[in-house]
């Protein structure tokens, strides 16, 4: 048995696979951002002596951390609009989970990348006057934040391939559009194997971009290990 | 709102279904998922190039795509050259697995790797060859090493399986979709599934982070 | 004058209560070395005195004001009361605690740029000052790094003088430091005492101690044990835990 292979359909789609392409970065982007704000700030309230914050904080990134994405995705489209009665767009409710789902998993990066700094540099910061803030935003997270790098870079990939479920509550991401070009062409052999190679070479060039960043913070890591 | 849990207990049986197909999934993709790993992970860390470069190709591609897309390409493209029928069960299984390979073997390569060089030589001078050295000295010690990134990436595995419902696969989040949308009841139905899954996955997670600690403290 | 007065400073940690009720006058000038076993609390009374460890009970008051406000028969110390304190009572630590990320001048000047909010020339003509004081005017811009022991000690100290404290605390600040290293810190510290500072000196340099301190005390198992001149305490000790203390530490010479 011999397969004509025939990619000439799936080209002629290009526009549409492009679009999906946009959308998905666009997704990644803005559950990025969220996703790191809110990480910073699940990370402190973790970590902070009080109760009434490092419980509640715990609690959500234990929750986001340990149930399936995906489990995730359809609870905030399906039935979260029936509890708080609003519409949810795909789109609004993809930003939500992966931002909160993303936001979970940073907040451990950060959380254990604050605690990599010696005391010592807490206590050289609090005994010049300044406050545990000051501490934190000019001594303790400009450093920790460059030994985070490697991390954060490896949790955005996930993030970014997290986001094909989106698919399956109809937001047209790349991973949708496909299967549209898919059903159209009748040719599922060439859409989808375009689709693998165009994520593959997108999150690889992430990792590749990654990996640079972190070897040139291990050649100048002497700079910041003292 | 008042929130109804009955409905969803009344298809308790379809959640009992959905469960083992979940465990069935996750039970395949963990056996053949962290073998071919190691196998896989050993050819990364061979010096002949024949067993290095396909197995670095193999990671990194399946490091770098969406387990998504590799289950639909195995279930919608896949067939169209196979000569043979894919069930949903085979596309997941085979993408899971094959994700979960490309992973653990970066897992195992960096446990071999942490293994000091003097163990080799060691081995090397009581007369082991290669084989016996990595069986007998190297990889019990790796092992330990590796035994909490190795049950993180087994609870990634577990989440994945939901992936299996976009394939309508019968495991637990595609029999909360049934449940949903037979009673109306995506609130609780998915809250539901929801709740499973963190019971089941939450004490393996607390597991991580005792290795981890542990592991932590033996340095 | 008396600018620091303690009264019944006891700190526990856990069930370990590592300070049993210390008091102690502190007049401006006076020049005062801690010495003591390790395990002896030394090192928690002075991270006591700039609350780096908060007291378990007791009060410190600085310029006749006690520190913190008194509740439930306790005391409560808030973030300001204790910024506050940190900076008029200044301190150097054993491992320097430099910032790796700022040059030798950055870290001169984060204190009065984040803290005093001085504008940047200022802050920068401050540290230059306080640099070429200790001797490094040449490695302003020099990251930490590529600085020897001694030499971060002495960006420590100057980061502590930028913030014109009216104390200076020293915690064993050369016991981190390789042998050839230690003298030029020390020299730093005496030029330091000559100019009149207030301080107070952890250490088990016991010939340094003698000739820069103004007074001795020698702390055993979490309590004043014995005080004095240097020469009280270090020639002629009267209490016999303070001799054995001495005895292990003949090799200095006065």
Redesign the interface.
């Known amino acids: ?1 011999s ?1 004509q292979w025939d990619f000439a359909p799936v080209f002629a789609s290009a526009p549409l696979l492009a679009e999906g392409l946009g959308n998905t970065l666009r997704l990644t982007a803005v559950a990025l951002a969220f996703g790191l704000v809110l990480g910073l700030a699940l990370a402190l309230m973790r970590l902070s002596p009080r109760p009434w914050f490092s419980w509640p904080a715990g609690f959500v990134i ?2 986001f ?8 995705l ?2 905030f489209f ?2 979260l609009p ?2 708080v009665g609003i519409e949810m767009t795909p789109f609004i409710a993809a930003v939500v989970t992966f931002s909160i789902q993303s936001s979970a998993f940073f907040a451990e990066v950060f959380r254990a990348g604050i605690q990599s700094i010696e005391r010592g540099q807490w206590e050289g910061a609090l005994a010049i006057g300044m406050s545990r803030r000051q501490a934190l935003n000019r001594i303790v997270l400009p450093q920790a934040v460059t030994r985070m790098i490697p991390a954060f870079m490896e949790r955005a ?1 996930e993030l ?3 986001t ?2 989106v ?2 509550i109809a937001y047209a991401d790349l ?1 949708y559009d496909a ?1 549209a070009v ?1 059903q159209k062409t009748y040719r ?2 060439e ?3 375009v ?2 190679l165009v ?2 070479v997108v ?2 060039a992430f ?1 590749l971009l990654g990996r640079r960043l972190e070897r040139r913070l291990a050649v100048g890591g002497d700079s910041t290990v003292h | ?1 008042v929130w109804d849990f009955s409905s969803v207990l009344a298809n308790s049986d379809a959640l009992i279904a959905g469960a083992i197909g979940t465990v069935r999934l996750f039970a395949i993709c963990l056996v053949s998922g962290m073998t071919f790993g190691l196998v896989v992970g050993l050819g990364r860390y061979a010096r002949t190039r024949w067993f290095n470069w396909p197995a670095t190709l193999f990671v ?2 399946f ?8 289950i ?2 195995f279930y ?3 067939p ?2 196979a ?1 043979f029928e894919i069930s949903p069960l085979s596309a997941a299984a085979l993408g899971i697995s094959l994700n979960a390979a490309a992973f653990s073997a970066d897992i195992y390569r960096g446990g071999i790797q942490s293994i000091e060089r003097g163990q080799w030589e060691a081995a090397r001078a009581i007369g082991m060859g290669w084989g016996q050295a990595m069986r007998r000295i190297i990889l019990p010690q790796a092992l330990k090493r590796m035994t909490p990134a190795l049950t993180s990436r087994a ?1 990634e595995i ?6 299996a ?2 394939v309508a696969y019968v495991e637990l ?1 595609q029999q ?2 049934l449940i ?1 949308s037979i009673n109306f009841n ?2 609780e ?3 539901t ?2 709740v499973i ?2 019971v089941i ?2 004490p393996l ?1 607390q597991l991580t982070y005792a290795l981890e600690r542990r592991m932590k403290r033996a340095e | 004058m008396t600018i620091l007065r303690v009264r019944g400073l006891t700190k526990r940690f856990g069930d370990n209560e590592v300070l049993h009720g210390i008091d102690l006058d502190v007049v401006a000038g006076e020049r005062i070395a801690i010495l003591g076993a390790s395990g002896s609390g030394k090192s928690t009374l002075l991270r006591c005195l700039n609350f780096m460890e908060l007291p378990t009970a007791g009060t410190v008051e600085l310029d006749g004001k006690t520190v913190g406000s008194e509740r439930g028969g306790g005391r409560i110390y808030r973030e300001r009361d204790l910024t506050g304190v940190r900076q008029r009572v200044g301190m150097v630590f054993q491992q320097f605690n430099l910032f790796p990320h700022m040059t030798a001048a950055g870290n001169v000047m984060e204190g009065l740029r984040t803290v005093r909010r001085q504008p940047k020339a200022e802050a920068r003509a401050r540290a230059e000052k306080e640099l070429a004081r200790v001797g490094l005017a040449e490695k302003a811009d020099t990251f930490p790094a590529h600085l020897s022991g001694g030499q971060k000690q002495r960006v420590a100290i100057a980061r502590a003088l930028a913030m014109d404290p009216e104390m200076l605390l020293f915690d064993e600040p050369t016991s981190a430091l390789d042998p050839e290293l230690v003298g030029e810190v020390l020299t730093v510290i005496r030029s330091l005492a000559e100019e009149g500072r207030t301080m107070l000196l952890v250490t088990h340099e016991l010939g340094f101690a003698y000739h820069v301190a103004t007074r001795v005390i020698f702390l055993a198992e979490g309590a004043i044990h014995e005080q004095g001149t240097p020469d009280e305490i270090l020639k002629s000790p009267k209490k016999d835990k303070t001799r054995a203390f001495l005895a292990g530490h003949r090799q200095f010479s006065f």
């Open positions: 048995m397969y234990e929750v951390r340990t149930t399936p994405p995906l489990v995730q359809f609870w399906f039935a029936m509890i990939i970014m391939k997290t094909t479920l698919a399956t991973l299967n898919a599922p052999l859409t989808f194997t689709a693998a994520y593959f999150i690889f990792s | 709102m990194e591609f490091r770098n795509t969406p387990v998504l897309v590799q639909l390409w919608f493209a896949l169209i050259v000569p609870i577990f989440k994945s399986t939901t992936l419902s976009t989040l909360g979709k949903a995506p609130i139905a998915y809250t599934v929801a899954f963190f996955l939450w997670v």
